[in-house]
């Protein structure tokens, strides 16, 4: 540049986007514009030091704003691992790679305008990961051959997505050497271990061309990028000034690929073009409408049909992280409804409802989905629901099927009306006790299996010789459960946090490292009760969580010999909580009576105290943690114009549980947090319970009546506020 001396002391390798300060206090922005292996050509502009401590070079620019400068540097733009056999162009590879906090996973390498991200630095490189079906840059260091370790990094696990990128993977090999295609995953398994026979090493001389599956799924993270961003841990968006020209073009062939649907979508819109006709889930626009989509009006291509239908089977073994529209990964919107289990990118929100759709969702709290709320033009745009969506999709036959109980037909007269023996194993702080008072069910003896000791004390304290503790129920023998017997009522939830999805490590129902494998015990005794109990005739209730994979339902159910019912304690209370629920119980799969929904909002279960003020109808499934009591997009309630979260008395009253009923034996806010985040609402556990008052002695529960007070009469004044006769 005229009327400029730069003099750059190169300390280490210089990159792209690298800020770096001079000895006069200014800095230099680095952008790289040409990288000639052994020359580096940036353009160099200045402004104020930063704060941070960089690294030190001495310039005199003579008043410039901004100069060209080329370095002299050995170090190549394509870094490689330290064996020498990797380089961040090596496109088309197979890889295994490593991210932090994740096991090593199946992937390969792909260039960053295919995928429509930021062009990595030197030493990272792009990996598409199998299964997962999402883009992270990863240092070369932390990858290696996919080929050659398959040995060192494949195990066998229960992790469902892991096997499915495995397999994958071994599709994708199979493609770049030319073979035949094979599904089955025993088959691919076996090539493995067999060495690979037949199988190309890869060449990074020749191209390496991408199976369809993959320009697929890398087509949808491009089209994610489009509409907003995805939820990639390099998902940020290129800037103009840093993008390359590969980049900027292939984000412009996208953006012309997606004006020309939205066109014929806002003639659908106006009337003028039969949606019907038009495929809603993907950008082509002289594609054959094969299908109808399953969910909502419009049509489906042949290819579209088989994502969705691979979605829907994803969904059914509860690991689906693609919209339902689309069936593409990308930053998903997910429905505050707990029994909804779909997702929606934003890019199908934005051209199907309305550019400003994903700000108003954003905000709303809660958020139920298009599946989930009634109709409306001006809230779903052109995301109308199919009448039979429920019948269209396989997830929603299993749902339908497991919401119906073939229940038996007992006559109560056969009954005779005496007091309730029950036994609750994994009992808790003995929600099923407080529910069965409440109905006025006259017990006779309660047996309790409960290992943790703060919930025996609050128990105790609150019980006291009404509960007969047993202990751990895993020392519960047949030998003991004879001598229980007979037993009118077998209730019991195991430990769900190795059931759940919310646990991305949770261990399934077969490990026995974890606490999912308690549910045979409850099966065990279930089975021991019918044997020893003779005439009398056994009611038993299972619970777990509702958010769990379907196939650890199924199992759960085949065992049982009963489908799960699927209540929400959100229609008896604030707080959305569903559950399964196994069992006999007549009526269990009754509908929820119709109870008018401002009885059940936070409002009437918040202390009028310091201005306290409830902000939502509903709060979040409350768990052992103290962060479940916060909402997505505010505090739940306000007092003192602060936001605030529900007391633990006013959590007790969500549970339905009297005051202070978990204040015993010096417990901390935390611990009584805890014992409540593993309790069942009681007013779920009395809508259950409610049809044993017809074969059980239950006690009168009389309602206290208002005392008519004679005109000049006034009431005597009692002396303590608290007492009252």
Not at 49 to 59: D, G, L, N, V, W
Not at 664 to 685: C, D, F, K, M, Q
Request: charged letters at 25%; one cysteine or more.
């Amino acid at each position: 540049m005229n009327g400029s001396h730069v003099i750059v002391h190169l300390l280490s390798g210089l990159r792209r986007g690298q800020t770096v300060s001079t000895l006069q206090g200014e800095i230099l922005r680095l952008i790289l514009i040409s990288p000639d292996p052994q020359t580096l050509t940036f353009i160099v502009t200045m402004g104020p030091r930063p704060s941070k401590k960089t690294k030190k070079y001495a310039y005199d620019t003579r008043g410039c704003q901004a100069a060209i400068i080329k370095v002299r540097s050995d170090q190549r733009t394509e870094d490689k691992t330290p064996d020498g056999r990797f380089s961040n162009r090596d496109y088309g590879r197979l890889v295994w790679g490593k991210t932090t906090g994740s096991r090593t996973w199946p992937g390969i390498v792909v260039p960053h305008y295919e995928c429509g991200v930021r062009a990595p630095p030197a030493e990272r490189v792009c990996v598409f990961w199998f299964g997962d079906n999402r883009v992270s840059q990863v240092p070369l260091s932390k990858v290696s051959s996919f080929k050659q370790n398959f040995g060192t990094f494949y195990t066998h696990t229960r992790d469902p997505v892991f096997q499915k990128g495995i397999t994958v993977c071994l599709q994708e090999l199979q493609h770049q050497s030319g073979l035949p295609h094979q599904d089955s995953e025993e088959a691919l398994l076996q090539w493995a271990e067999k060495g690979f026979p037949n199988a190309t090493d890869y060449n990074r001389h020749a191209a390496v061309p991408f199976s369809p599956k993959v320009e697929k799924h890398l087509g949808y993270i491009k089209k994610a990028k489009y509409f907003g961003g995805h939820s990639n841990d390099s998902s940020d968006s290129s800037s103009p000034k840093t993008s390359s020209s590969d980049s900027d073009t292939s984000d412009a062939d996208e953006r012309r690929k997606w004006r020309s649907k939205a066109s014929l979508l806002e003639l659908a819109r106006q009337g003028k073009c039969d949606i019907e006709q038009l495929c809603i889930a993907c950008h082509r626009t002289e594609c054959q409408v094969v299908a109808p989509h399953p969910y909502f009006v419009g049509g489906v291509c042949e290819n579209c049909k088989i994502d969705l239908d691979e979605n829907s089977k994803d969904m059914e073994a509860g690991m689906s992280v693609h919209c339902v529209v689309c069936a593409s990964p990308g930053k998903l919107l997910i429905c505050d409804l707990p029994d909804c289990e779909r997702l929606y990118c934003t890019g199908c929100v934005k051209l199907l409802v309305a550019p400003s759709a994903v700000r108003s969702i954003m905000r709303a709290t809660p958020w139920y989905c298009f599946l989930c709320e009634p109709f409306s033009p001006h809230t779903h745009g052109l995301l109308e629901p199919r009448l039979e969506w429920r019948e269209m999709t396989s997830a929603t036959k299993t749902a339908s099927w497991m919401s119906t109980c073939d229940e038996e037909a007992l006559d109560p007269s056969s009954f005779p009306k005496k007091p309730l023996r029950v036994l609750s194993v994994f009992d808790g702080i003995a929600t099923g006790l407080v529910a069965l008072d409440k109905l006025g069910l006259e017990v006779e003896v309660y047996y309790s299996c409960e290992t943790d000791e703060k919930a025996t004390t609050v128990v105790n304290s609150n019980f006291g010789s009404r509960v007969t503790l047993l202990g751990n129920v895993e020392e519960l023998t047949t030998k003991k459960v004879k001598k229980l017997c007979p037993i009118d009522l077998f209730i019991g939830g195991s430990p769900c946090n190795d059931l759940s999805l919310v646990n991305p490590k949770r261990k399934g129902l077969f490990d026995f490292s974890g606490t999912g494998y308690l549910f045979f015990y409850f099966y065990k005794i279930l089975k021991s009760i019918e044997s020893f109990n003779g005439e009398t005739h056994l009611f038993w209730m299972f619970e777990n969580v509702k958010n769990m994979p379907c196939i650890y339902k199924k199992q759960i159910s085949i065992l049982l010999e009963k489908p799960p019912i699927v209540i929400d304690a959100r229609h008896f209370s604030p707080q959305s909580r569903p559950r399964c629920f196994w069992g006999n119980i007549p009526g269990m799969s009754r509908h929820v009576p119709p109870q008018p929904e401002h009885n059940h909002e936070l409002s009437q279960y918040i202390d009028k105290i310091g201005g306290r003020k409830a902000m939502v109808d509903k709060i979040n499934c409350i768990t052992t943690s103290r962060a479940s009591l916060q909402t997505r997009c505010q505090e739940p309630v306000r007092m003192n114009n602060h936001g605030d979260v529900p007391w633990i008395t006013e959590i007790e009253k969500i549970f339905g549980l009297p005051p202070h009923y978990t204040d015993n034996g010096n417990l901390t806010l935390n611990e009584r947090h805890g014992l409540l985040g593993r309790a069942w609402s009681v007013p779920v556990i009395c809508h259950i319970f409610q049809p044993l008052c017809q074969y059980f002695s239950c006690r009168t529960l009389q309602k206290p009546h208002r005392k008519i007070r004679k005109a000049g009469v006034k009431r005597p004044r009692s002396p303590c506020s608290l007492c009252h006769h």
